[in-house]
């Protein structure tokens, strides 16, 4: 049941899941409200449908490396020092399975921006990406330069911080 909503979910496109959550939780129950209003409800939807997909994809490496992590000799040599199967997890499995979590956050945190765009268009959201697709219209090109420089840069930090994360995470990968 599990793989099978992970496999659901990052399949899905985020602007799909924003769909199915207006219908559901705006449009259905009245929980939330389906577009771009000032309170902080209004974030809400937007946030899980950008949200999901990506957990989805991380939640489904971090199990599989998890499973390949506690197959390791290290881990049968822990478990007969006499550790809990909970402390061989989160001591020993879970260190060495985050690593590569780590990295593909790195990787997955583009395509949140670039989802942006659309779940700020289907949520009618004033934010960067509908500033870039008015930009676009206009052709207004100083902006979309300016705007292309911004999520650039932010890429570029967000990389550096995943690498300083996963030096944190495994002390024996040397920076170059």
Avoid at 49 to 66: D, G, I, K, N
Avoid at 69 to 89: D, K, W, Y
Avoid at 101 to 106: D, H, K, M, N, Q
Wanted: aromatic content about 6%.
């Amino acid at each position: 049941l599990v793989s099978g909503t992970e496999l659901v979910l990052s399949s899905a496109p985020s602007f799909v899941i924003g769909l199915g959550l207006l219908l559901v939780f705006a449009f259905g129950w009245h929980l939330l409200p389906p577009s771009g209003s000032n309170s902080w409800q209004a974030l809400i939807l937007p946030s899980v449908a950008l949200a999901l997909p990506v957990a989805a994809v991380l939640s489904q490496v971090l199990r599989q490396e998890l499973e390949d992590t506690l197959e390791q000799p290290f881990i049968a040599m822990a478990r007969a020092r006499g550790l809990s199967e909970t402390g061989v997890r989160l001591k020993h499995a879970l260190r060495h399975a985050l690593v590569p979590l780590v990295t593909l956050s790195g990787f997955v945190f583009a395509s949140l921006l670039g989802g942006a765009v659309v779940i700020e268009l289907l949520f009618s959201r004033q934010g960067i990406g509908r500033l870039m697709l008015d930009a676009a219209n206009t052709k207004d090109v100083p902006l979309l330069l300016g705007i292309t420089l911004l999520a650039a840069a932010i890429y570029v930090v967000v990389n550096f911080l995943v690498d300083l994360i996963n030096h944190l995470v495994d002390p024996r990968a040397k920076a170059v």
